[in-house]
């Protein structure tokens, strides 16, 4: 059985995105265009509503690459303890009120037992001074939390 991923927003943007001028963004868009090439296919990949919502925002002919994208990973289903959860994070201020649609990234991959969450929101989600507090919460609702993680962190030792 292969391990569960979830897709955040951030993947199917910068896999379908015009390559951008900035070269931090310019390496993130290359490094997911690399794992979505050479790993996609150990994983067994999910994504949400809340994807496909932020997918669909912007450009008119963006969002339709995005959401094209999209279209074959399976969804999961927007729970009410996915719900509660999210509304913990952001009442316990582990996310600021402007991330709340993060909180349900993370909550919604955790109660459906995601091995990891494929994000390059390092902002609200994979980042080291939230994660262990998030981790807590998650512990605390009998959850584990998934592995929080970028496409480079996820490359075999063979693709580096």
Not at 64 to 85: G, H, I, N
Not at 112 to 140: A, D, K, Y
Not at 142 to 150: E, F, K, N, R, S
Request: glycine residues 4%.
């Amino acid at each position: 059985m292969k391990p569960t991923l979830y897709l955040e927003t951030t993947i199917p943007s910068f896999q379908t995105g015009r390559p951008s001028r900035d070269h931090l963004i310019a390496g993130q868009q290359a490094a997911t265009k690399k794992w979505w090439r050479l790993r996609r296919n150990d994983f067994e990949l999910f994504t949400s509503q809340f994807v496909l919502n932020e997918a669909a925002q912007g450009d008119t002919k963006m969002a339709a690459k995005r959401l094209q994208f999209l279209q074959p990973v399976e969804k999961l289903s927007v729970t009410l303890e996915a719900d509660e959860l999210a509304r913990r994070i952001l009442e316990k201020h582990l996310l600021p009120p402007k991330a709340a649609v993060d909180a349900f990234h993370i909550a919604t991959a955790t109660v459906h037992g995601m091995h990891f969450l494929l994000t390059w929101n390092c902002i609200h989600i994979n980042n080291r001074e939230i994660i262990p507090g998030v981790e807590r919460l998650c512990s605390q609702a009998g959850y584990p939390l998934p592995v929080i993680c970028t496409p480079l962190e996820l490359m075999g030792t063979s693709e580096l």
